[in-house]
């Protein structure tokens, strides 16, 4: 297991808590879009963090990169870019989960050599 712990999973595993706990800690908790599409992102990226930490394998980060990847259209998508707060608090966790999901991923020897050739 000490093999598979990348560190980007554990701040993957802090941005789900964050975004989990947002609604209410950001005072969003009435905008029923933002504030479930935040508990259940947050509480994906976290359970997929702690799979990813546990088991050897790349679909956990590939979840957590698609996870980001939505996050970052949610508010336009879901209709709530009205709340500011949520809108930029969903699009900056979605970043960095893809930015350290593809960087988990890019670690990985086989995507790693796949990468270089391409």
């Known amino acids: 297991m000490a093999a598979n712990m990348k560190w980007q999973d554990w701040a993957t595993f802090l941005l789900g808590v964050w975004l989990a706990a947002s609604p209410w800690l950001l005072g969003y908790s009435d905008s029923e879009g933002a504030m479930w599409n935040a508990v259940i992102l947050g509480v994906a990226l976290a359970v997929f963090s702690l799979l990813e930490l546990g088991l ?3 679909w956990e980060e590939w979840v957590n990169l698609l ?7 949610a508010p336009f998508v879901i ?7 949520a809108s930029v ?3 900056l966790v ?3 989960a893809v930015l ?3 960087w988990a991923l ?6 790693g050599n796949w990468w270089q050739r391409a």
Not at 79 to 85: K, P, V
Not at 106 to 111: N, V
Request: charged share 10%; no cysteine.
């Open 106 to 111: 890019s670690l990985d020897k086989e995507i």
């Open 100 to 102: 350290l999901s593809a």
């Open 56 to 58: 050897p394998g790349k």
């Open 89 to 91: 608090n969903a699009m």
């Open 79 to 85: 209709g709530f870019t009205s709340h500011f707060g």
């Open 94 to 96: 979605g970043a960095a």
């Open 67 to 73: 996870a980001g990847l939505w996050l970052v259209v």
